[in-house]
């Protein structure tokens, strides 16, 4: 048994049992922060307690989903372990989703209530039929449990059940849902706290909400480590250094638009924050120009790539102490997975040679929530072993030594003059280019050839000019645009929907 399974008492493929663990043995750690105040890990297990007999008094049973729409807040984090303790599913959404997709989501969903903030109860009761409560109304109840003492009968749950279905953006108007079960998620926290080197006296300053993975599974590893989480979704862009400098952040996770805007504020300001020892990016590659600001501005910090989809939660991870080394390469895969390089028909193709990245370990997911065609296109048995696969739709090679380097997605790859290509390096070479900010390829249409968006401060005609000198002729795109901001989705990635509506605007 491992230190941390000790912790654990032996059931770490529980999530809740991981902040059991924690709590345990080091009661009074600080375990998250947020704007209001702060709680250790004996009040986290103590509310979490409470949110499950809060769950039990509403008949809420295993298996059912609760869906809760709330700002990522200490108390998010309670009625994420409750709910998860309870033996139901917890299904985060952003707040700024808008009814026209929470309709489609609570209805795919289905859930047996609904926590929302008070002032959208209305509205929100309005797209279902099942309860819906505000949160106002929950916190009083729950504290109200907590304070009496009152606890609910304990509830088995196995690795095997579904703790959380997180909604992705994908590239459908349907909804979906990516099935999370303990088991994966905790392997998942465990692995990638492993790699990436997270230790008991961090402080993790998290930008995002729980509602993407992304903030959700640092709550989950910095609980694995007895680490403190500052929960700072809603906290101002022109204050973000301070805040940053003020919690005495060591861990800063980053998509490239913060990574920017982080690296932007700490060159006007004279004092950074001396504390952070590492950023880690996803999303999207950062330009090296950004990478090179943040060392600049944070001596010593590594800079670390990972890369990954909410399917298996993480595919690679660039070891810290080798952040300087293959620039390209977006690491190697998580302890105890297997990344494999297949061809359109299935044949596992030799090093260095590009073509589908397949997924197999223990943080593979069983599917998407009631989609059983989605499911069975992305997530594959092998044949002869019964091994589930996933297929990501995500194009990249292996080096000799093991290590991924990501070309693009199955959406980012075409071919233009008989030569096959990707958005993503059309976008690196024109954030090499001084002068641009932001880049955006939007691959050929029915009515528009290759284009592309920059946020820079040049002419449309000097960064094709100085693309020429980076790229072979092929890939130039046939116009440039230049605009204030590149739009980004909620995950911080190009949205090529409203790209190509300014595009079509612009005929208009």
């Known amino acids: 048994m491992t230190a941390l399974d000790s912790r654990t008492g032996g059931r770490a493929g529980l999530v809740h049992t991981l902040l059991d663990g924690t709590a345990a043995s080091t009661p009074q750690a600080v375990a998250v922060s947020d704007g209001y105040g702060r709680w250790n890990y004996a009040e986290v297990a103590d509310h979490s307690r409470a949110v499950h007999a809060w769950l039990a008094d509403r008949g809420v049973l295993p298996g059912q989903r609760v869906v809760v729409q709330l700002p990522t807040t200490r108390e998010l984090v309670a009625l994420f372990y409750g709910t998860v303790r309870s033996g139901a599913v917890f299904v985060p959404l952003n707040p700024a989703m808008k009814s026209f997709h929470l309709s489609s989501v609570l209805d795919n969903a289905d859930p047996a209530l609904v926590v929302v903030d008070d002032a959208s109860v209305q509205r929100v009761s309005e797209l279902t039929q099942v309860p819906v409560i505000g949160f106002g109304e929950v916190w009083n109840q729950v504290q109200g449990l907590r304070m009496s003492g009152r606890s609910a009968v304990p509830v088995e749950v196995l690795p095997e059940d579904i703790a959380v279905l997180v909604y992705t953006s994908g590239s459908t108007a349907a909804p979906k849902a990516v099935v999370c079960p303990h088991a994966q998620i905790t392997f998942a926290s465990r692995a990638l706290v492993s790699e990436l080197g997270y230790r008991a006296e961090d402080v993790v300053f998290c930008r995002f909400p729980m509602s993407w993975d992304y903030g959700l599974y640092k709550v989950v590893m910095c609980t694995a480590v007895g680490a403190e989480i500052v929960l700072a979704d809603g906290d101002s862009d022109l ?45 999207a590659a950062l330009p090296p120009s950004t990478i090179d600001s943040l060392r600049a501005a944070f001596p010593g910090v590594r800079v670390v790539r990972q890369f990954g989809q909410t399917e298996c939660k993480r595919i690679s991870v660039m070891p810290p102490e080798q952040d300087g080394e293959r620039p390209d390469s977006v690491g190697r895969p998580l302890p105890g997975t297997l990344v494999r390089i297949l061809d359109s028909d299935g044949t596992q193709l030799p090093v260095g040679q590009v073509g589908e990245i397949v997924v197999s370990g223990p943080h593979v997911m069983p599917g998407y929530w009631r989609s059983p065609e989605q499911t069975a296109r992305n997530f594959r048995y092998e044949p002869v072993t019964g091994e589930l696969r996933l297929h990501t739709g995500d194009y990249g090679r292996l080096d000799a030594d093991g290590y991924l380097y990501f070309e693009g997605r199955r959406d980012d790859m075409f071919k233009r003059k008989g030569i096959r290509m990707s958005t993503v390096e059309i976008e690196a070479a024109a954030m090499d280019i001084p002068g641009v900010r932001a880049a955006a390829a939007l691959p050929p249409g029915q009515e528009h050839d290759l284009l592309l968006f920059v946020d820079a401060d040049l002419a449309p005609h000097a960064v094709l000019r100085e693309l020429a000198t980076r790229l072979e002729p092929a890939k130039v795109p046939a116009a440039c645009h230049v605009v204030e901001d590149i739009p980004l989705t909620l995950h911080g990635k190009n949205e090529r929907k409203q790209l190509l509506a300014l595009i079509e605007g612009g005929r208009r």
Not at 249 to 271: D, Q, Y
């Open 239 to 283: 204050l973000l250094l301070k805040r940053i400098r003020a919690s005495g952040a060591t861990v800063v996770p980053i998509v490239p638009s913060l990574a920017t805007m982080i690296a932007t504020l700490a060159a006007r300001e004279e004092e950074a924050a001396p504390t952070v020892r590492m950023f880690t990016n996803t999303g």
